[in-house]
């Protein structure tokens, strides 16, 4: 069992449907009154705007419960895509905060000859640190859909980068926070993979 955010910004249905597939249920979480703290573990996906997904977060008061269980609490969580963006400072893309969970900023791709923005499509992590998020995958190929991308300033906490033109920092991990930009739930087995490593640190 984990929690999976809902915050009005895409189509959660297929992480659930990944999920369901490898035996794990899911809680769905709209508001704070709706966190099983039974299981210490989240899952907030984003697709879109950056600024959209932190007012939708905030509009449902999810905000500061998200920074409140992460921080003090210490429930692992999993951003993907926006999601794991949301977790750093801000970002180019608009003038809302983020989490700010993780020292970072989100910058968009530099138009460079021979490479579409946005990053759309398969593409290979190269795996920089070892982690368990990371741990047996049958192939390092995910699906990603993006035009902005992290700058890091702590690089220790980075698992994985991609290259496509510039090359970016694609999975994350520092103390019970994680991220991917990539999408699992869209990359077949290796990305259930990813939500099996992610369940089994709990």
Known sequence: MLNLIKCGIGNI??????LNVIGCKTNIVENPSEFNHNFKKIIMPGVGNFDSFIINL??????????KLVLFNKFKILGICVGMQALFR??????????????GDIVKFKNKEGYKIPHMGWNNIKIINSNPLLKNLPKQKFYFAHSYHLINENEDCILSTTENGNIFTSAINYKNIYGVQFHPEKSFIQGQQIFKNFISLC
């Open 13 to 18: 249905g297929s992480i659930k449907n990944a």
């Open 58 to 67: 905030k509009k449902k008061n999810l905000f500061d419960e998200i920074k």
């Open 90 to 103: 801000h970002s180019e893309e608009g003038l809302e905060e983020g989490l700010n969970l993780i020292k």
